[in-house]
């Protein structure tokens, strides 16, 4: 008796099973393991069902990779705001209705502000750029990205060190007048932008038979704007 009403619960429970898995045997199962899919949930970046992605730079559509557009080798790829092929950079680009256009740093559809070198939106890249070289008459500490060409000394910064150490005996008589701007830039004393063939600075900098000044070599720093002033191009002014 026990054992007739044993087999017909098991019978019963399988009969019920069968019942509730009809519809599951009677659907298609994807690669991907879901019942009538489209093998679309599991796809990797070659479009593989449950597939590892990207092998050697290649997937399996005639050696090249499928594009976002489903194109083998269409070389379409997702952008930042996930628009195939779309033309967004930033994050800040995104959220524009029009998928052919983005949104500028200042969040205009459309609009062309940029975000400059230094960070600044719709700025012109002066804030952390100019001369960073020290001694020229413009350098300063607080930039950032270096633009030599904008470094300049003027024959105003150069003067004083010349009437302080040389015009005593290079003034209006010593054979070398060194009084004025048009006195001291002149070839046999001044290679324009070229420091090492400038007199001037070799004698300055003992890198010749003259030492002058003959009281005292004149300090690092004033040796050095010197020699940045004629490598500027030993300018009266800027």
């Known amino acids: ?19 509730s898995c009809e519809g599951f045997f009677l659907s298609d199962i994807d690669d991907c393991g879901v019942p009538d899919g489209d093998n679309s949930t599991c796809l990797d970046e070659c479009g593989i069902p449950n ?8 997937c399996d559509c005639n050696g090249n990779i499928l594009g976002c557009d489903g194109v083998c080798g269409s070389k379409k790829v997702f952008d930042i705001c996930g628009v195939c092929d779309g033309i967004a950079e930033f994050d800040y680009n995104c959220g524009c209705d029009n998928l052919n256009q983005v949104k500028d740093c200042l969040g205009e559809c459309g609009g062309s502000a940029v975000i400059d070198d230094c960070g600044v939106c719709n700025g012109d890249s002066t804030i952390c750029k100019g001369c960073m070289i020290q001694g020229a008459d413009n350098f300063s500490a607080i930039f950032t990205i270096s633009d030599s060409a904008s470094c300049y000394i003027d024959f105003s910064s150069i003067e004083p060190i010349l009437n302080n150490n040389c015009i005593g005996c290079h003034g209006s008589s010593g054979g070398v007048n060194l ?15 070229d420091s090492s063939r400038s ?40």
């Not at 008796?1 to 019942?19: A, D, E």
Request: charged share 15%; aromatic share 14%.
């Open 1 to 19: 008796m026990m054992k007739s009403f044993y087999n017909f619960v098991v019978l019963l429970f399988f009969s019920l099973l069968i019942m």
């Open 51 to 58: 597939g590892s992605g990207i092998e050697i730079g290649k």
């Open 179 to 193: 009084e004025s701007y048009s006195n001291t830039v002149n070839s046999f004393l001044v290679s324009k932008s």
């Open 199 to 238: 007199l001037l600075y070799q004698v300055i900098s003992k890198q010749s038979g003259y030492y002058m000044p003959p009281s005292g070599s004149l300090s690092a720093d004033e040796i050095r704007k010197i020699a940045l002033w004629i490598q500027f191009g030993a300018k009266e002014i800027n």
